[in-house]
C-alpha cells in the first residue's frame, strides 16, 4: 500500500536555527497537509495546501512557519527561528480524490535545545 | 466550533476484556467521523470511519456507530489483545466540506496486559 513518508525521523535543532521537514506524500494525492503533536497533548492541525497554495492555515501558523512543494514531489515545512514550544512531533498527511480519507506520516519528532 | 471529547486515559484492560472509548462531537451539520490509532513509536493509521447517521465503521475487530442524536461515535472491541496497546484518537472532518482538515479529540491510551 502506498505511504506518505517523512524525514527525517528525529531532528534536533538549537534554539533560532532554521529547520525543514520533508514529506512524501503519496503519488496521486492533490491535498496535503501538516499537523503538530506536541507530547502528551492532542494532535492539532497546521496547514492544509492545494494547487501549490494554503488552503487554510491555523493560528499556529504564524509567519515563522512556511510550506513548499518545490519540485512535485516533496512537500515541506519550515520553521524559520525555532523556539523551545516549538518541539513537537509534526506529521504530514495527503489526501486524493474521492472519499478516501487522509494518509498519514510517521512523523518527524523535532527536538529544540 | 467544530470539537471531539473523548473518555480519559490511560485504560488499562486484560486481555480478552470488553473495550468501550467513549467519544463525543460537537458539529454542525454531518461530519465524517473517525478512529485513529497510534501505536507506540508510530504514526496515525486510520482505524474504521463512518460518514452518516447510523453506519458502522469496523476494522480489525473494532465497532464504532455514528449516532447523530447523541453526537457519539464510542469505539467498542469485545476482546482486547496485547497487540491493541495504543492511543486511540476520534476525530472528524466538517459537514460538506471536502478535503478539510482532521480535528482530532485528546486521545485516549489503552494498555491491555496478558
Known amino acids: 500500500e502506498p505511504e506518505v513518508t517523512q524525514t527525517p525521523s528525529h531532528q534536533v535543532t538549537q534554539m533560532g536555527q532554521e529547520v525543514i521537514l520533508r514529506c512524501v506524500p503519496i503519488s496521486n494525492h492533490l491535498y496535503f497537509y501538516w499537523y503538530r503533536q506536541i507530547l502528551g497533548q492532542k494532535v492539532e492541525f497546521l496547514v492544509s495546501?492545494?494547487?501549490?497554495?494554503?488552503?487554510?492555515k491555523s493560528e499556529i501558523f504564524d509567519d515563522q512557519f512556511s510550506v513548499e512543494r518545490p519540485d512535485g514531489s516533496n512537500f515541506t515545512l519550515k520553521i524559520r527561528s525555532t523556539k523551545l514550544e516549538d518541539s513537537a512531533m509534526y506529521f504530514c498527511?495527503?489526501?486524493?480524490?474521492?472519499?478516501?480519507?487522509?494518509?498519514f506520516g510517521d512523523g518527524t519528532r523535532l527536538s529544540i535545545l | 466550533g467544530n470539537s471531539v471529547t473523548q473518555m480519559e486515559g490511560p485504560v488499562t484492560l486484560s486481555e480478552e476484556a470488553f473495550l468501550t472509548i467513549n467519544c463525543t462531537y460537537t458539529?454542525?451539520?454531518?461530519?465524517?467521523l473517525f478512529w485513529y490509532v497510534q501505536y507506540p513509536g508510530e504514526g496515525l493509521q486510520l482505524l474504521l470511519k463512518?460518514?452518516?447517521?447510523?453506519d458502522k465503521g469496523s476494522n480489525k475487530g473494532f465497532e464504532a456507530t455514528y449516532r447523530k442524536e447523541t453526537t457519539s461515535f464510542h469505539l467498542e472491541k469485545g476482546s482486547v489483545q496485547v497487540s491493541d496497546s495504543a492511543v486511540y484518537f476520534c476525530?472528524?472532518?466538517?459537514?460538506?466540506?471536502?478535503?478539510?482538515?482532521?480535528?482530532f479529540g485528546p486521545g485516549t491510551s489503552l494498555s491491555v496486559i496478558p
Open positions: 498527511a495527503s489526501e486524493g480524490q474521492g472519499a478516501v480519507p487522509q494518509h
Open positions: 495546501f492545494y494547487n501549490n497554495e494554503i488552503s487554510e
Open positions: 463512518a460518514t452518516k447517521a447510523d
Open positions: 476525530a472528524l472532518t466538517r459537514s460538506g466540506t471536502s478535503y478539510d482538515k482532521v480535528i
Open positions: 458539529a454542525t451539520g454531518y461530519p465524517s
